[in-house]
């Protein structure tokens, strides 16, 4: 289908949405009929009971809300190569790997052509109302994408992270010529063993080709930042290869090398130019224009973890546009991003109703004990748990995920993501989400700024190891504090923490002085490598926030890093 085309109609794609979500109820149920239709012989819906019946309140008597661990007794079967339908009615033959910054390790999701197609859509809705704000000329894009190896399972199954998965679909290539999106940098270097050499050789390519690059983009905003800071470290090294015409000898795969040869050629002028643009910068202020003129705006997932890293990717891009990519997860997508023009930081997401069945578990009720509710009958103002239901074996699982509904777009739901259900600093009473983390942080790294410091990267831990426990906060910071200055940054942590469970509790000593641990110099990334070695792709990476005691070996890389640690006096 996508091979014939020459470029999406953007017009038609608007139009196609805008229906859909003026009929989102009556689009939910062909779309879970559609679901249970196509699967309904699978072994987990035959032992339930549907008998055959797709309407959604059968659905809901008979099918129970699950979470990961009740389906990996199902999913372990299916990676171990058991051909019957057991979640699905074809066979599953891939299998994608959640990020795993969430347990310490990766958790086995079912991929199928369905889910691809699903991706394909949300990409190409997103891309309509991109275009329409931010309308670019068939280009290049810098993408800092970066896919992990492919493995296969006991059973034979093909095995990645769902953005490997996706990066490796014939389709892909096919949607991203179509969208005008087409990357600068070879297969070869997307695919590379080594991230840290694809990284050179992306920022190497984007440089070659800097006059046509349209816009840059990565999954998530930590790649991006990730991606200039190691720009300022080997700036130099890239010059000197654009001068001679010869990369250099950190790159050492064959495959990688050859496909770099014949896009390098020595060019002397364009080194000279990019020379003098970097010696001209202040602090690299304003970099990502000064290297690509032409670029429109950049593309990412910028929400929830990723928020932390807007400042400074605010400093690279100076007014340059940032709009937060669609929301979704290893396990289905959810909603597009069709207000490109909003800061990410208010940045909404339109479910649309043909992906995937959607309920919402109210939050303000408990939660046991609360009834989920269908798609169009969220209220606006309300916090939910998402529930999805896809073409993929989930039936009825539960995300994790806790979204704000903001609004309604025609029929169809606009949601904020809030936080994941299970990122929580919790002692006794208290109750603080990453976002309440992320304030906190915020809140006191600023006592830093007149030092001319950041901080660069951050994550927390219960320590229930003292009596009365308490929260510990990791820094890592861009140079060296004065003592004095980090106590106060202890005390405004402290103090930052307005739950009323944590202030009552810290009042009365029921939760101990906060501990503030300032890590040195690459701890972050050492956690990265940790994640990378585990098979994680760089693009799926998201910084742990809250290490729990199970997720032992991140925090031993934190606690062995610790150079510094201060008490608060804050109580």
Same mark, same amino acid.
């Given at each position: ?56 309140? +059968? ?13 990996? *007794? ?21 299998? +994608?790997? +959640? ?10 999701? /079912? ?17 309509? $109302? %991109?275009?329409?704000?931010? *309308?670019?000329? &068939? ?27 996706? #990066? ?12 005008? @999106?087409?990357?600068? +940098? /070879? ?10 050499? @694809? ?9 070659? $080709?800097?006059?046509?690059?349209? #816009? !840059? ?25 654009? %001068? ?9 795969? *064959? ?26 910068? &202040? ?10 003129? &032409?670029? =429109? ?25 940032? !709009? ?83 609004? $309604? ?11 994941? %259900? ?23 790294? =600023? ?47 402290? %103090? ?30 050492? !956690? ?12 799926? #990476?998201?910084? /742990? ?14 606690? &062995? ?11």
């Amino acid at each position: 289908m996508i091979e014939k085309m020459e470029l999406l109609d953007v017009d038609k794609l608007i139009e196609e949405f805008e229906s859909m979500t003026k009929d989102a109820g009556n689009v939910q149920r062909e779309t879970l009929k559609k679901i249970l239709e196509e699967n309904g012989c699978a072994e987990y819906l035959q032992n339930l009971g549907l008998n055959g019946k797709t309407d959604p309140e +059968s659905f809901k008597a008979c099918v129970p809300l699950v979470t990961h661990n009740d389906l990996q *007794p199902y999913i372990q079967r299916i990676v171990d190569g058991s051909s019957s339908p057991i979640l699905t009615g074809k066979p599953i033959t891939t299998i +994608s790997l +959640s990020s795993g910054t969430t347990q310490g390790k990766p958790k086995f999701v /079912p991929f199928n052509d369905e889910l691809m197609e699903t991706t394909l859509q949300i990409y190409r809705t997103s891309y309509a $109302f %991109r275009t329409r704000e931010f *309308p670019i000329e &068939n280009g290049k894009a810098l993408q800092l994408i970066y896919s992990s190896k492919q493995s296969k399972t006991k059973g034979g199954l093909i095995a990645g992270t769902a953005t490997t998965n996706v #990066f490796r679909n014939s389709q892909f290539k096919n949607t991203m010529k179509a969208m005008q @999106s087409q990357c600068c +940098s /070879p297969d070869e270097v997307i695919f590379g063993p080594d991230f840290h050499q @694809s990284l050179y050789c992306h920022l190497l390519c984007g440089l070659i $080709f800097r006059e046509e690059i349209q #816009f !840059i983009s990565s999954t998530f905003s930590h790649s991006i930042v990730h991606a200039f800071r190691t720009f300022e470290q080997v700036w130099e090294e890239l010059c000197a290869d654009i %001068r001679e015409g010869v990369l250099t000898s950190r790159i050492t795969f *064959p495959s990688v090398r050859s496909a770099m040869a014949k896009l390098l050629k020595p060019n002397p002028e364009l080194a000279d130019l990019i020379q003098k643009k970097c010696l001209g910068l &202040n602090n690299w202020y304003g970099l990502i224009l000064e290297l690509f003129p &032409n670029v =429109k705006y950049i593309y990412g997932i910028m929400t929830g973890s990723m928020e932390p890293y807007l400042k400074k990717l605010r400093h690279y891009a100076r007014d340059l546009p940032l !709009i937060s990519a669609d929301y979704g997860s290893s396990e289905g997508w959810i909603g597009a991003n069709v207000n490109p023009n909003v800061p990410p930081e208010l940045a909404t997401y339109v479910v649309l109703p043909n992906i995937g069945y959607f309920e919402f578990i109210p939050l303000k009720e408990n939660v046991e004990e609360a009834k989920p509710v269908g798609l169009t009958e969220v209220k606006v103002g309300e916090e939910y748990e998402v529930i999805i239901t896809s073409f993929a074996g989930l039936y009825r699982y539960r995300l994790g995920d806790v979204v704000k509904i903001t609004g $309604f777009h025609n029929l169809s739901p606009e949601l904020k993501f809030i936080c994941r %259900r299970n990122h929580m600093l919790t002692i006794n009473i208290d109750k603080n989400t990453e976002k309440d983390l992320q304030l906190a942080v915020e809140a006191a790294s =600023k006592l830093n700024t007149e030092e001319k410091l950041e901080v660069l990267d951050f994550s927390s831990h219960v320590d229930l190891s003292t009596n009365p426990g308490h929260y510990v906060i990791f820094w890592e910071i861009s140079g060296e504090v004065r003592d004095e200055v980090l106590e106060e940054c202890c005390n405004c942590l402290d %103090r930052s923490f307005v739950d009323a469970g944590y202030v009552s509790s810290r009042k009365i000593n029921a939760i101990g002085p906060l501990e503030l641990r300032v890590v040195q110099r690459g701890t972050f990334q050492k !956690i990265l490598d940790h994640y990378v070695g585990l098979g994680a792709a760089l693009s799926q #990476f998201k910084t /742990p926030r809250c290490v729990g005691s199970t997720n032992n070996e991140v925090l031993q890389i934190l606690c &062995n890093n610790v150079v510094k640690s201060y008490f608060s006096t804050a109580f």
